[in-house]
């Protein structure tokens, strides 16, 4: 395997490790549906790392069922 091979194998993992981090550490079962979601935090920096991590979580939305959302829900 190449240099460059083994730099873009080591980002993808970083990326997709980073994700996973966030996901478990950011989730919440909203009462008023009983489903649970991935809270990014308000602002700007949720919106870029909603943005960021968007092909990771259409897959994961269509593997697991797993829902997204910028800021907490409002009851």
């Known amino acids: ?3 460059f091979a ?6 993808l993992v970083i990326y ?3 994700y ?3 996901r478990l ?4 079962t909203w009462q008023k549906d009983g ?10 920096t949720g919106k870029a ?3 960021v991590w968007r092909p990771l979580s259409y897959a994961d ?3 697991t069922g797993m829902r997204f959302h910028i800021g907490q829900h409002r009851q």
């Open 6 to 11: 083994s730099f873009l194998l080591l980002a």
């Open 20 to 22: 996973g981090g966030f």
């Open 61 to 63: 939305a269509a593997l």
């Open 1 to 3: 395997m190449g240099r």
């Open 25 to 28: 550490t950011n989730q919440e």
């Open 16 to 18: 997709a490790g980073s």
């Open 35 to 44: 489903k649970a979601y991935v809270i990014f935090p308000s602002g700007a």
């Open 49 to 51: 790392l909603y943005y």
